[in-house]
């Protein structure tokens, strides 16, 4: 019970706080929407201070090495298209060692690795080879804001 002394003090707030969020749980997650909508719009408006292509010189041997290869070899531009097989691979390689936890004997160590296997090969095979790449086509040139503008 809470003292009469103490009602109007940080101290009785956290209970009324708790009480609150438990007696409104769709206020709560209506709020956190509306701050959230509020971060995305506003984000936009904030300046960007990673913009490394504008940090390096173009006297840099990477640099020069990059527009020479783009230059001689003009037909390797997608460069990740190859990428498929070493991602399965992979994928594959580290969700066959967590899920040689499920032999541990042990519940949590079952399931734990069990779980980790499953969302490495939903990450390699789901994500990683039709989900991002989908993504990155249907955004066209907007998937790598506020990076490559001058392109």
Known sequence: MTDVKNAGTAEASGPSL???VA???WKVIAAWIVVAF???ATAPALPTATNEPSFLPSSYESIRAQALQAREFPQQG???ANAGPAIASAGLILAGTFASL???GNQVLTQ???AVAAGIALAAF???MFFSPSLTALTGRRAW???HADR
């Open 78 to 80: 997608h460069v990740t």
């Open 18 to 20: 708790g009480r609150f």
């Open 126 to 128: 789901v994500m990683a």
């Open 145 to 147: 804001w506020p990076g």
């Open 102 to 104: 499920t032999l541990a």
């Open 112 to 114: 734990v690795g069990f």
């Open 23 to 25: 007696g409104n749980p």
């Open 38 to 40: 509020i971060v995305i």
